[in-house]
């Protein structure tokens, strides 16, 4: 069925270097890519997103990445920083019947090494 | 503006009995979510409403789970005669997204969530 994959689950870093998380999708009709950061006791949130007529997006030292011919987007965080660490959630929106359910990637939990 | 809100915030049951989880989305938003996510682990899809379209409730695990929504405002998720199985975070996101002709996806907006305990 359709889905989003999401890899690694886990990531560590040493702190200043950068990491890159990676996903899937299978649905061609996703137009809309967010990536979702959730720290410790709280729920998600949105830290970048990405629409389907740009191939890339940044925002000081986060990036997302999109190829919609392979149908995979990457968030890239440069200069990591401990704040940086946290469970990493990827998202698209898959069409049902007409309507559109935004799925949710299974996670990567980034740890930055001080 | 209010965010999406849920109650309570924490709900300690014994095991066996029934509890209702609400979400109030943000006024407008047209989709809701519902998801389960056990500690350490990623957001387990539950049930989706959008509009007035038949909710999606694909990812409900078992009959002892469902969900109901009010048109486009609240919603609440039940579940009947509880196991210890089912303690976990409850959340609620809702968005603008959706429908059959913009294609316009937006972001999702996260409540704080609902813990529950089965004792």
């Known amino acids: 069925g359709e889905n989003v994959e999401q890899h690694p689950s886990t990531l560590s870093v040493q702190e200043g270097d950068s990491a890159v998380i990676k996903c899937t999708y299978s649905?061609?009709?996703?137009?809309?890519f967010p990536w979702y950061k959730q720290e410790l006791g709280k729920g998600p949130q949105l830290i970048i997103d990405?629409?389907?007529?740009?191939g890339e997006k940044k925002d000081q030292r986060i990036a997302v990445t999109l190829n919609k011919t392979a149908k995979h987007f990457s968030l890239h965080i440069t200069e990591t920083q401990p704040e940086d660490s946290a469970v990493y959630f990827c998202a698209a929106p898959l069409w049902d019947f007409g309507n559109e359910k935004l799925t949710f990637g299974t996670g990567t939990r980034l740890t930055i090494i001080p | 503006g209010a965010g999406v809100s849920q109650s309570p915030s924490n709900k300690v049951t014994e095991k066996g009995k029934d509890v209702e989880l609400r979400c109030d989305p943000i006024s407008g938003h047209t989709a809701l979510y519902w998801y389960r996510q056990r500690l350490g682990q990623g957001l387990e899809f539950l049930i989706y409403?959008?509009?007035?379209?038949?909710?999606?409730k694909s990812g409900l695990p078992s009959d002892r789970f469902s969900a109901e929504r009010t048109g486009e405002s609240v919603s609440t998720l039940t579940i009947q005669r509880t196991e210890q199985r089912d303690s976990a975070m409850y959340r609620c996101?809702?968005?603008?997204?959706?429908?059959?002709?913009?294609?316009?996806?937006?972001?999702?907006?996260f409540g704080q969530g609902t813990r529950l305990t089965v004792v």
């Open positions: 990405i629409r389907s007529n740009v």
């Open positions: 996101a809702s968005s603008l997204a959706g429908g059959t002709t913009a294609h316009l996806s937006t972001e999702a907006f």
């Open positions: 409403f959008q509009g007035n379209s038949a909710p999606d």
């Open positions: 649905d061609s009709a996703s137009n809309y």
